[in-house]
């Protein structure tokens, strides 16, 4: 996991312990609906965050320099009408 990667779910945790004292006050109080409604949001906001920090990570070094001009863009198949000057 890159440095983007880790700072993302660094914030996405810090956001998420703003969640603990509605829990832990829902929980003292017995309001049971809210403190079921907030933990799992606590803990589907926790995977879904770590989940997107994993899914795209950033390239490492060794494939920027192995695969760098290695994907091109496809020569056109046919001429721009612009540039040959055909209709």
């Not at 700072?7 to 945790?13: D, N, P």
């Not at 006050?25 to 017995?30: Q, S």
């Not at 899914?55 to 540039?83: A, C």
Request: charged residues 15%; aromatic residues 12%.
């Amino acid at each position: 996991m890159g440095l983007e990667s880790r700072l993302q779910v660094i914030v996405a945790a810090g956001t998420n312990l703003t969640l603990l004292p509605a829990i832990f006050y829902a929980y003292r109080r017995k309001q049971s609906f809210i403190f079921i409604i907030t933990l799992m949001s606590l803990i589907t906001s926790i995977a879904y965050h770590t989940v997107d920090a994993w899914e795209n990570p950033p390239p490492s070094t060794f494939e920027v320099l192995v695969f760098q001009n290695r994907f091109t863009v496809p020569p056109l198949v046919f001429d721009d009408p612009n540039t040959s000057g055909s209709c």
